[in-house]
């Protein structure tokens, strides 16, 4: 029998508990309306239709709610909003009254139960998954299994990780029974399929419910890099990196590593030079997998039947026709095998214009057949002004896509085009078609995600990110006929600046490159890229360096010249979250505001984020292939708007903030033990939450203060920030030495072809912590003892349990109902305890008596209700009241100073939620 939640004894009777409530008590919230905080989630599937096709749902990702749509003839009738979890991206029903909505920085997915209206209704359970769960579909016997996608990692999974451990799947698939979802706190799985690749993202079910297809995101391209150790030096002519070997000025560029691409045979680089005998991993790009969804439990199709291979780079969302059983994904493929930004005038090639492709792959039974969606363009003339005829055909990071269901008709959301691509599936198939505005549908709200086909009426529903509302668009005469703004508790800077990092109609005079093409959903695409331009210059570094101890004298070069030299080789592509306090930008911080003031923190000359920032402005004409740069104006509105960008939680951390025994040792070593010229690690990588007070929301050295430093490599860097190391674990099997560590033998298979440092070349942060081993040139360095081993592999886990700008708990949710398993009450006093010492607010949003209502945390034990005149209630009241009306309320850890606005003031305008008329 499993324990259940035991209501407060009821020392006072109901009607006596409400007029206790009413009582006024004064107390302050500890809370404020600080900036909104900005996570940038990639929506996977905002809309679903009810099964009756009487009802619309969509996720409200910014003002984490579901809304809920009547469809009349007359169009979309808004009917209810009910709080969900943090950033919700995908939304399934199961029925006209039970909805599921995937949360994906809390983790969970949350159960909605509405009336048979659709009038009213609330979160009736909280499942716990895996770490930044993408999407959900319902498949298997009678569509009763609820799959869900998630990465291999988070504190709420009930396995190891095994980061440190080569060759594990990383794509993670939660199987519920939906009838049946478990006693326990976070719901019991029928299965957890770990599948061989990386984060996924997409799911698709066939029309009988017998197949789920599961997406991995950053699939890659089987392209890796070879560590420079490994490069002779000396320039082409010597077998070493590819030339040219210096600038226009003709001054000689770094030795750097060199990108390799596997061709199903041999890794080869842009010479076609073979570099096999230096790879010790393969990378067999499993990139679509096939699950059997009726099988007990559900599993992968064995052998070759069980995944497909080379279906694109970055793959977005994936629609099965239901007639003839084909699949779609929709897709960018990239070109980072290739390289250089610029003209192309010294080097005689360029990839300004041409970095990605926006692709449909076709999969069947006789493989995979890419589609380019943008063949009209003309790659080798570059770049008309805006705008052209060739730019208004094109069509960019397609995502959400519908089927007709007579398999004819292929309607795909093109997100940074503004645009729905409408496909005959025929002349997709055969590569047939020609792309023309006239089967394109323009959509005045801009960045769709997601859409879903309503052919009784003939209708389509597209959820618009750039405005966040609902189109609704005529399928007859391929016309926006009506557009509905959801509310929008963002800031107009983050709806005024969102447009400049996807739209490429703007950034691109081919139309079909943007920021985002790279910096997927404002992060990154887990790939290398040789971006220097030849035609360039060397240009100078102001940037702050870090001292070394007195003993190694006082230059902190070592006579190094950390100048910006335009050969810089293949680097990582960075993401945009967290730049804000950070200092300059790229691995060699040659974005920097340094050569226009003076140093200083914070927000003065290399440490002012915002003018580092609009130093990328260039690369819009140099990467992007624009015919000018943006604007002053535009480019303040872009900075404006990605300089709020925050990492979510880290998701290895404990999440009462604690660290295990190893990364305790790991990070007492890390911050506490010389290990190189500067000191211990910590010198370089300063680790400070409360620095730059003044800067708010954003305050905080999360392992860099800005400055760069010695680092014995060919390129002098700018000190990284520490808080995403997570997210590049994959990669294992070293053709090098490092330090005192020998190369590895070959590992075999592997899911991702880069790793860590600046160009991705060091497999494991084991590895790279190797790099200050005691050698005669580091005497300070770690010993090759067993201590010392320990020491680094300590370190390993404490760094991949960094710090960050938000504590783990936030994002982290329970329900409660009077049918709740014991251990939720557990988990609620967790939530209480991080929010009391201010690692977030805490709320409390659901249904009391059949009535909306809200609460939030005050810090001193009581829960503040959305009615002004009412008093704050004990946990124990609460508790009380869930039981007593048969309610259900569920908890979530918001980010510090949202509380007020998500938990009982959504439009923080003075009147309470419950007050509003």
């Not at 192309?344 to 492709?357: D, N, P, V």
């Not at 926006?358 to 570059?382: D, E, M, Q």
Request: charged content about 15%; aromatic content about 8%.
């Amino acid at each position: 029998m499993v324990a259940r939640i035991k209501a407060v004894p009821p020392v006072v009777s109901q009607a006596a508990l409400a007029v206790t409530w009413l009582l006024f008590m004064a107390a302050s919230t500890g809370a404020f309306a600080a900036p909104f905080t900005l996570f940038e989630s990639g929506q996977v599937r905002p809309l679903a239709l009810s099964p009756s096709g009487r009802f619309l749902y969509a996720v409200n990702t910014p003002d984490n709610r579901l809304e809920v749509f009547q469809i009349k003839p007359s169009g979309l009738v808004p009917l209810v909003s009910i709080p969900v979890g943090l950033e919700p991206v995908a939304v399934a029903a199961r029925s006209d009254d039970e909805v599921w909505v995937v949360n994906h920085l809390s983790d969970s997915v949350s159960i909605v139960k509405l009336d048979d209206r659709n009038t009213r209704g609330a979160v009736v359970r909280t499942l716990l998954v895996g770490d930044e769960p993408r999407d959900i579909v319902f498949a298997g016997p009678d569509k009763s299994r609820a799959f869900i996608t998630a990465a291999h990692r988070g504190q709420n999974v009930p396995f190891d990780p095994q980061f440190t451990t080569p060759g594990v799947g990383r794509a993670d698939v939660w199987v519920f029974d939906a009838n049946r979802t478990g006693a326990s706190l976070g719901g019991d799985p029928l299965t957890l399929l770990t599948l061989f690749g990386d984060t996924p993202r997409a799911l698709a079910v066939t029309p009988d419910g017998s197949r789920v297809y599961a997406a991995v995101f950053h699939s890659g391209n089987r392209s890796s890099v070879i560590h420079e150790s490994l490069v002779p030096n000396g320039g082409e002519s010597v077998g070493g990196v590819p030339g040219p070997n210096v600038n226009s000025q003709g001054l000689r560029g770094p030795e750097v590593s060199v990108l390799v691409k596997f061709d199903g045979t041999d890794w080869r680089d842009v010479l076609n030079r073979t570099w096999t005998d230096k790879v010790r991993f393969s990378l067999p790009d499993k990139d679509v997998f096939v699950i059997d969804a009726t099988a007990n439990p559900p599993a992968q199709l064995a052998g070759s039947s069980g995944f497909y291979s080379g279906v694109g780079t970055i793959l977005f969302n994936m629609a099965v026709n239901p007639v003839s059983g084909k699949v779609y994904v929709s897709n960018t493929e990239a070109r980072n095998e290739l390289r250089f930004e610029g003209p192309g005038t010294f080097a005689g090639t360029s990839l300004r214009g041409h970095l990605h492709e926006s692709r449909i792959s076709v999969l069947s039974a006789s493989g995979v057949a890419p589609r380019h969606l943008n063949k009209h363009i003309n790659y080798a003339a570059c770049c008309a002004a805006l705008p052209n005829t060739e730019n208004d055909k094109s069509l960019a990071q397609p995502l959400g896509m519908a089927v007709s269901s007579n398999g004819t008709t292929l309607y795909v959301a093109a997100f940074g085009s503004s645009k729905l691509g409408v496909y005959s599936t025929a002349a997709l198939e055969a590569d047939t078609f020609v792309p023309d505005t006239a089967h394109q549908i323009p959509l005045s709200g801009g960045g769709p995600t997601g859409l879903v086909l309503d052919e009784a009426r003939g209708r389509m529903y597209v959820l618009t990110r750039f405005d966040n509302a609902i189109s609704v668009v005529n399928t007859a005469t391929k016309r926006e006929i009506a557009h509905l703004p959801l509310f929008n508790p963002e800031p107009p800077s983050v709806v005024a600046g969102r447009p400049f990092l996807y739209d490429a109609r703007r950034s691109s005079s081919h139309g079909d490159s943007s920021c985002a093409s790279c910096h997927i959903f404002g992060d990154f695409d887990s790939l290398a890229w040789d971006l220097g331009n030849p035609d360039a210059a060397v240009a100078n570094n102001p940037n702050p360096i870090v001292p070394v101890l007195p003993e190694f004298g006082t230059d902190p070069t070592f006579g190094q010249d950390p100048g910006f030299h335009p050969l810089k080789g293949p680097l990582l592509t960075q993401s945009l979250r967290g730049m804000a306090n950070h200092g300059p930008m790229h691995w060699r911080g040659d974005r920097t505001g340094g050569n226009d003031a003076p140093n200083a923190q914070p927000n003065g000359g290399a440490l002012d984020e915002a003018a580092a920032f609009k130093q990328f402005n260039p690369a819009f004409m140099d990467l992007l292939g624009r015919s000018a740069q943006l604007s002053p104006a535009e480019m303040q509105q872009f900075s404006d708007f990605v300089l709020q960008i925050t990492y979510p939680p880290n998701p290895i951390r404990n999440l009462d903030n604690s660290l295990t025994p190893q990364q305790q040792a790991g990070s007492d070593f890390f911050f506490n033990t010389t290990s190189f010229f500067h000191g211990p690690c910590g010198s370089c990588h300063q680790l400070d939450p409360t620095a730059n007070p003044q800067e708010g929301a954003f305050a905080g050295f999360f392992g860099t203060n800005g400055s760069s430093s010695f680092d014995a490599e060919p390129l002098f860097p700018k000190v990284p920030h520490l808080r995403n190391l997570y997210q590049r674990v994959g990669m294992f099997g070293a053709g090098f030495p490092f330090g005192l560590q020998p190369a590895d033998p070959f590992l075999g298979e592997q899911i991702r072809g880069f790793g860590f440092n600046s160009d991705g070349a060091i497999p494991t942060l084991f590895r790279f912590n190797s790099s200050f081993d005691v050698i005669p040139d580091n005497p300070s360095g770690i010993p090759n003892t067993p201590e010392g081993l320990a020491a680094k592999a300590n370190m390993e886990l404490y760094m991949l349990a960094f710090e960050s700008n938000l504590a783990p708990i936030v994002g982290q949710q329970v329900t409660l109902t009077d049918a709740s398993p014991a251990e939720a009450l557990s988990r609620l006093h967790l939530l209480m305890a991080r929010a009391h010492v201010g690692e977030c607010d805490l709320v409390a949003k659901g249904q009391l008596a059949s009535r909306p209502v809200g609460f939030l945390y005050l810090r001193n034990g009581g829960f503040k209700p959305d009615h002004a005149a009412l008093p704050p209630l004990s946990e124990a009241a609460l508790r009380q009241l869930v039981s007593i009306t048969r309610g259900a309320l569920t908890y979530t850890c918001v980010p510090p100073g949202s509380g007020q606005r998500i938990g009982i003031d959504r439009n923080l305008n003075g009147v309470l939620d419950g007050d509003e008329p």
